[in-house]
């Protein structure tokens, strides 16, 4: 059973981590989700497999909802927010100089995922919803939320708002 | 260009992609066989002892982030010796639950100043609106905060420094197992990954707060509850 976890694993990685990376908005939180929601998944593969689930999709739904549900996250980036010591990261996140990579990492978690399994896993609204096991109302206001919040800092980061 | 053509293209690009670790899948494997003892370990037993996922090794290739073995992002990485520095703060090096010797949660920032041990942060304001210090003896780097201070809750958080403990027994370089035993009974809650937060024994307004790295506590707050610095 190891060995065939172990073969998901290896081949799921890199994919994983990139989705994590999405989700999270950096490197080290990306790695931490992905290898909780990892463990998780190892420690019942064969009850996963019995019930016929498809595992990477089961793993990336996992990632997501343990994102949103990460009840303090927002606090933690809050406080590395005012801790420098995140230029570690800056060194080492590539995207750190996008300004929409920027503006994401201030959405709220459900925001952000939201935003990530529409744009990302290029989800309809109804599949996010059930994802996250929200209703489609909230997947829809929280998308406006979200894309209404990225528009005014994207707007102020390029200074007129207008076209760009 | 769209805001949503923007993001296709976001999540499209090859920066988004991280190295793996060589022994990211031992390390995976490893953690999910611990888990599946644990829970067996449950199953069997029954005995109600707080079960606390404990992250270990790291998977994407370091270099990433802080190396798992380093203290999280406060300034106790620098900070040179504790016991010659940090003095000014230790008149107690008992953590909780009110507070770290004189300085008490809730207290205003003037009181606290009028003590002695702590000093303002070259960014004295924080993000939230908050005023930031350290501790006197402390190595201050810009915008890392030992103590937070609302202007209307007072003293709302204070780091615990080296050597510190709660009255428990726990501090920094404290197991997590430790943690899990002495806290049992006050449900240690699972935060973002890598944080626990747990209530007070004797304080029913604060929250004990620790990172944990490796399956050691590598910070330690005290924080009230009710506050209005940070989310």
Request: charged share 25%; glycine share 10%; aromatic share 6%.
């Amino acid at each position: 059973m190891d060995e065939d976890f172990g073969e998901f694993v290896r081949a799921a990685l890199p994919g994983l981590l990139r989705y994590g990376h999405a989700l999270t908005g950096n490197p080290h939180d990306a790695a931490d989700l992905v290898q909780t929601v990892l463990e998780k998944v190892g420690s019942r593969w064969a009850a996963l497999l019995r019930k016929g689930a498809e595992p990477i999709a089961y793993v990336r739904r996992s990632m997501a909802n343990a994102h949103v549900s990460r009840w303090r996250r927002t606090r933690r980036e809050n406080l590395v927010a005012e801790l420098p010591d995140i230029s570690i990261h800056h060194d080492h996140d590539r995207l750190e100089d996008e300004p929409l990579w920027q503006a994401l990492r201030a959405l709220p978690p459900k925001q952000r995922a939201v935003i990530v399994l529409r744009y990302y896993d290029g989800l309809s609204e109804a599949e996010i919803a059930e994802s996250l096991g929200v209703t489609k109302g909230t997947v829809k206001s929280q998308t406006s939320k979200a894309m209404a919040s990225l528009r005014l800092r994207l707007g102020n980061l390029v200074g007129d708002g207008g076209d760009r | 260009m769209s805001l949503d053509e923007d993001l296709r293209r976001l999540f499209d690009d090859e920066r988004l992609g991280l190295p793996v670790r060589p022994d990211a899948e031992q390390t995976v494997l490893k953690g999910a066989r611990r888990r599946r003892t644990r829970r067996r370990t449950l199953a069997v037993g029954g005995a109600a002892v707080a079960v606390v996922a404990a992250l270990s090794g790291g998977i994407a290739l370091s270099g990433f982030g802080r190396p798992a073995s380093a203290p999280p992002a406060t300034e106790q990485a620098d900070r040179p010796d504790p016991e010659a520095t940090v003095a000014p703060a230790a008149d107690d090096t008992t953590f909780g639950p009110d507070g770290l010797g004189r300085l008490k949660l809730g207290m205003t920032e003037a009181a606290a100043v009028a003590t002695g041990l702590i000093k303002a942060n070259s960014k004295p304001e924080s993000d939230g609106g908050c005023r930031g210090y350290n501790y006197a003896g402390e190595t201050v780097r810009h915008g890392y905060y030992s103590l937070l201070f609302s202007a209307k809750h007072g003293l709302v958080r204070l780091e615990a420094t080296p050597g510190a403990k709660t009255p428990e027994g726990i501090g920094i370089g404290s197991k997590l197992g430790d943690l899990n035993r002495v806290y049992t009974g006050n449900k240690v809650k699972h935060g973002a990954v890598g944080e626990r937060v747990t209530d007070v024994p004797g304080n029913p307004n604060a929250n004990y707060w620790v990172i944990v790295r490796n399956d050691v506590l590598t910070e330690v707050r005290l924080e009230l509850k009710d506050q209005d610095c940070y989310r």
